[in-house]
């Protein structure tokens, strides 16, 4: 069975420009969370969404946004590019998007540079 | 503002021996924490978790220990393998939030055969 995959495996934008990124969960599974980890700290918690809603928000500007499809791939956009967005954006998959933990599973994740 | 820190960048540790990574949390309101592997060029992959209820949890060559009033929280690895080596993080979850984890900042991991 495939893993959570993401596209594209890399991407090169630069400041004031958006991008879009993907990511399909593993079969079955119906929530996705979105990560970002710039180089030398852990991901930090972007969003989650599950069955198509939004079930949480980390600490990021309204630049960020995302989007679960019926088919529960997610897309993440964010707008008006900084410098200080060139990381790894990590996207994971869970069985369900409750209250309560879930094991999730990370994709490779998409690297962004923004010059 | 880090709420979970793992304050050792790097540990190299000889083939067959333990290897401790410790991780520390600033808000007592955490009530679960897992620690992750990383291989370069893939997303991090679970290892093992403990609910704040408990104090240790054991898989295998893997035992997290949980120090609640110390907030602290510790993986050992024994015997420690070349395989293991990677980058860990460990992270923390506040009750009731699903799946936003607070990752710590890693420590990456060398074992020499």
């Known amino acids: 069975d495939a893993g959570v995959t993401q596209s594209p495996t890399h991407l090169i934008k630069t400041r004031g420009q958006h991008v879009t990124l993907r990511c399909s969960p593993i079969?079955?599974?119906?929530?996705v969370s979105w990560y970002q980890q710039v180089l030398g700290q852990g991901p930090q918690f972007i969003f989650q969404?599950?069955?198509?809603?939004?079930?949480g928000r980390g600490n990021f500007p309204d630049r960020f946004s995302a989007r679960q499809f019926p088919n529960y791939s997610s897309e993440l956009n964010v707008n008006a590019l900084l410098l200080g967005d060139s990381a790894l954006y990590l996207c994971?998959?869970?069985?369900?998007?409750?209250?309560?933990?879930?094991?999730?599973?990370f994709g490779p994740g998409t690297r962004l540079t923004v010059l | 503002d880090q709420q979970v820190k793992q304050n050792s960048p790097s540990l190299s540790v000889q083939e067959g021996r333990i290897s401790i990574l410790n991780c520390d949390y600033t808000?007592?309101?955490?009530?679960?924490f897992l620690w992750y592997k990383k291989y370069p060029a893939e997303g991090p992959t679970f290892l093992i978790s403990?609910?704040?209820?408990?104090d240790k949890n054991e898989d295998g060559r893997f035992t997290v220990f949980l120090n609640k009033s110390a907030k602290h929280l510790s993986l050992h690895i024994v015997p420690s393998q070349p395989g293991d080596s990677a980058v860990y993080f460990c992270?923390?979850?506040?009750?009731?939030?699903?799946?936003?984890?607070?990752f710590g900042t890693g420590t990456s991991l060398t074992v020499i055969p």
């Open positions: 994971a998959s869970s069985l369900e998007g409750g209250l309560a933990f879930d094991e999730q599973f």
């Open positions: 079969s079955g599974h119906k929530s």
């Open positions: 969404y599950y069955e198509k809603e939004e079930r």
């Open positions: 808000n007592s309101m955490f009530d679960y």
């Open positions: 403990i609910s704040s209820i408990k």
């Open positions: 992270a923390a979850l506040f009750p009731n939030t699903g799946n936003q984890f607070y």
